[in-house]
């Protein structure tokens, strides 16, 4: 709470400042985007990240030359990248001209953002045409598309990029390692069938979710159903077909019965979209290390 309050109190004495300018913003020369640029970065390095954003975007009027503009479009990208801001991040970041020293980093981030956002086809796009500027960016480059590959279940894609892991460079190693065990896992997931699974729990209360992979969920539907069978055909039995017991309980019974069916439906949707997410998460953690090991 301090150090915002210090970053506040910093940032009015600056806004005063420039306000007692006799120049227009507009006119400001180089030495005052220096320093404007300077003063965004304290209040970055203090945290205060909303109002170093708050600097840089009136900073946009006095940037006059190429190498300005980069380096507000970088600055204003990378802070994006750090409040997970992923929009703004790929977009500040991507248009970064390949004339400047961020460009190589911007490019790269700019990348994974987008594939971070879920834009996969338009990741692998920049992604192909990421700066090598040695071998081991080479890797990354292929690490990265291969990434992609297994986001999007290209496992021949995936195939083809990591014919270029070399499994040398400590930064890499590991990563290309974990790639290699999810694409045999993905591979060889097994696509259980909705409609299997609630015929599945048709003939057997439960049965289905055990399918879809939900045993203790299954073992948990089918033992309130079975009481509930019990108790509809004990009030058969004893009272009748028109007793209030046989008709509370049956009406209970078919209820449980058919939110069973429905049930074991919808686990193999939420199973797969739980498998899904893990495995989509791990990769995405996996893309993320080496860029920020090679270019931090």
Same mark, same amino acid.
């Given at each position: 709470?301090?150090?915002?309050?210090?970053?506040?109190?910093?940032?009015?004495?600056?806004?005063?400042?420039?306000?007692?300018?006799?120049?227009?913003?507009?006119?400001?020369?180089?030495?005052?985007?220096?320093?404007?640029?300077?003063?965004?970065?304290?209040?970055?390095?203090?945290?205060?990240?909303? &109002?170093?954003? #708050?600097?840089?975007?009136? %900073? !946009?009027?006095?940037?006059?030359?190429?190498?300005?503009? $980069? @380096?507000? /479009?970088?600055?204003?990208?990378?802070?994006?990248?750090?409040?997970?801001?992923?929009?703004?991040?790929?977009?500040?970041?991507?248009?970064?001209?390949?004339?400047?020293?961020?460009?190589?980093?911007?490019?790269?981030?700019?990348?994974?953002?987008?594939?971070?956002?879920?834009?996969?086809?338009?990741?692998?796009?920049?992604?192909?045409?990421?700066?090598?500027?040695?071998?081991?960016?080479?890797?990354?480059?292929?690490?990265?598309?291969?990434?992609?590959?297994?986001?999007?279940?290209?496992?021949?894609?995936?195939?083809?990029?990591?014919? &270029?892991?070399? #499994?040398?460079?400590?930064? %890499? !190693?590991?990563?290309?390692?974990?790639?290699?065990?999810? $694409? @045999?896992? /993905?591979?060889?997931?097994?696509?259980?069938?909705?409609?299997?699974?609630?015929?599945?729990?048709?003939?057997?209360?439960?049965?289905?979710?055990?399918?879809?992979?939900?045993?203790?969920?299954?073992?948990?539907?089918?033992?309130?159903?079975?009481?509930?069978?019990?108790?509809?055909?004990?009030?058969?039995?004893?009272?009748?077909?028109?007793?209030?017991?046989?008709?509370?309980?049956?009406?209970?019974?078919?209820?449980?019965?058919?939110?069973?069916?429905?049930?074991?439906?919808?686990?193999?949707?939420?199973?797969?979209?739980?498998?899904?997410?893990?495995?989509?998460?791990?990769?995405?953690?996996?893309?993320?290390?080496?860029?920020?090991?090679?270019?931090?």
């Amino acid at each position: 709470m301090v150090k915002k309050l210090l970053a506040l109190v910093g940032l009015a004495i600056q806004c005063w400042f420039l306000i007692g300018q006799s120049q227009p913003v507009y006119a400001q020369t180089p030495t005052s985007f220096g320093k404007e640029w300077r003063f965004a970065q304290y209040l970055s390095d203090k945290d205060a990240v909303e &109002e170093a954003v #708050y600097v840089l975007d009136h %900073l !946009v009027p006095m940037a006059q030359t190429t190498a300005q503009k $980069d @380096s507000l /479009l970088y600055f204003r990208g990378w802070l994006a990248y750090t409040t997970k801001e992923l929009t703004v991040a790929h977009q500040k970041l991507l248009s970064v001209s390949s004339e400047s020293p961020f460009y190589t980093r911007s490019r790269y981030y700019g990348a994974y953002c987008l594939a971070f956002a879920g834009n996969r086809d338009s990741a692998r796009v920049v992604m192909q045409t990421l700066p090598t500027p040695d071998s081991t960016f080479r890797e990354l480059k292929a690490l990265q598309l291969a990434g992609v590959a297994l986001l999007q279940r290209r496992y021949d894609e995936y195939a083809r990029h990591q014919k &270029e892991f070399r #499994y040398t460079s400590y930064a %890499l !190693v590991n990563e290309q390692n974990r790639f290699n065990k999810y $694409d @045999s896992t /993905l591979r060889a997931e097994k696509h259980r069938s909705p409609f299997v699974a609630g015929l599945y729990s048709a003939i057997l209360p439960g049965l289905g979710k055990v399918y879809a992979g939900k045993s203790k969920q299954g073992i948990a539907a089918f033992l309130p159903i079975l009481s509930l069978g019990l108790l509809t055909y004990e009030g058969l039995r004893k009272d009748g077909p028109r007793s209030a017991r046989f008709i509370g309980f049956g009406s209970l019974f078919t209820l449980f019965y058919v939110g069973n069916i429905w049930g074991s439906v919808l686990s193999v949707k939420v199973k797969r979209n739980e498998f899904k997410r893990e495995y989509d998460n791990k990769i995405l953690f996996d893309m993320h290390i080496p860029v920020r090991s090679l270019l931090n």
